[in-house]
């Protein structure tokens, strides 16, 4: 939301007069974060969600992005493909594609998984549109065999497509209890905070690669 503020003033004559209104600085880019409840903060104010954070990590750092929290809870990766057209008609630079615990947590078959994450990056890569892909892994509730396929679909992918990947989405945050809600699944204000500081080199490189 732009608050566009207008500040009035006398002149030597003592008439009213507005000055030039200060122009918004223009975004150098926009970059969607695509993806569930960790991207979409459940259980944290808005400002303290990932996406939010990394708009002002960005900014602070002289890289002047919009960052569009396009993450909806509960969503599954079959959810994720279906919002492809949406993603793509906001006319990002960049999109961080974080979706598939929920398709692990139903026991959805990894090979759905897979198709939905090739079809989400395809259509992305075919409009431009740089992707870092952020993987996801499983707890061993429905066995090593399928914790294990789980795992692979991420490093498969980014192995295949010219994505930038990072490895775990949660990475020093999951089962670190002082770091997530009482749910111990949702990152608490610490736990996003660290989930930006690590996926910041990722969308770093992004950006530079997006701007050669």
């Not at 990072?166 to 809600?181: C, I, K, R, S, Y």
Request: charged letters at 20%.
């Amino acid at each position: 939301m732009l608050i566009c503020v207008f500040l009035v003033s006398c002149d030597s004559d003592g008439n009213d007069a507005l000055p030039p209104a200060a122009s918004t600085p223009a975004y150098d880019g926009v970059i969607v974060a695509m993806g569930d409840s960790l991207t979409a903060g459940l259980g944290v104010a808005l400002p303290r969600s990932y996406p939010a954070l990394l708009e002002k990590k960005l900014q602070q750092t002289g890289a002047n992005y919009r960052v569009i929290n396009a993450g909806i809870s509960g969503e599954t990766s079959s959810g994720a493909r279906a919002r492809i057209d949406w993603i793509i008609n906001s006319k990002p630079d960049l999109v961080i594609v974080e979706t598939g615990a929920n398709d692990g947590f139903r026991g959805i078959s990894v090979e759905v998984l897979r198709q939905n994450l090739e079809a989400i990056v395809e259509a992305m890569l075919a409009e431009d549109i740089t992707v870092v892909l952020v993987g996801m892994r499983m707890v061993t509730n429905l066995g090593s065999e399928y914790q294990h396929r789980f795992d692979s679909v991420y490093p498969e992918i980014a192995g295949r497509y010219p994505v930038v990947f990072m490895p775990f989405f949660l990475d020093g945050v999951a089962m670190q209890a002082e770091l997530n809600q009482e749910d111990a699944i949702h990152p608490n204000e610490r736990g996003y905070q660290i989930i930006v500081d690590n996926l910041f080199p990722y969308v770093i490189q992004a950006l530079e690669l997006k701007n050669k």
